[in-house]
């Protein structure tokens, strides 16, 4: 009888331990989502907003022909396809105002095609 009370109380505190685990008193969020259309010669949004450290994911959305979203100074090259979407996650390491174009070329006014990156802390 002493056997089965021991091990009712150790199969007690197994299934506390398991269902603790993973659980650390904070929630985790979901990274923010910014969506971004690339349409012939635009983004848009044309300027977005990040701040240092913190992750979004960015979707960019082909709304014509093949674009990407192409930032090197922050790491960033995101292809996508004719009508398609693609998504990169990106945690900004610096602050800054930084450039993104274009990165495939998509027709006579791909030179003019950019968006701005402000990073703030």
Do not use: W
């Not at 199969?11 to 506390?16: D, K, N, Q, S, Y």
């Not at 990274?31 to 635009?42: G, Y």
């Not at 900004?92 to 990073?119: N, Q, R, W």
């Amino acid at each position: 009888m002493k056997l089965s009370y021991a091990m009712k109380v150790i199969l007690v505190g197994f299934l506390v331990a398991l269902t603790s685990l993973g659980h650390t008193g904070e929630a985790q969020t979901a990274p923010k989502r910014i969506e971004i259309t690339a349409k012939r010669f635009t983004f848009q949004p044309a300027k977005i907003t990040l701040k240092k450290g913190e992750p979004v994911v960015l979707v960019v959305k082909s709304a014509d022909v093949a674009h990407s979203l192409r930032c090197r100074e922050l790491n960033l090259d995101i292809k996508v396809n004719k009508g398609a979407a693609a998504e990169a996650p990106i945690t900004p390491a610096k602050t800054g105002d930084f450039i993104a174009h274009c990165g495939v070329f998509c027709g006579s006014g791909h030179g003019e095609m950019v968006m701005s990156i402000h990073v703030e802390d």
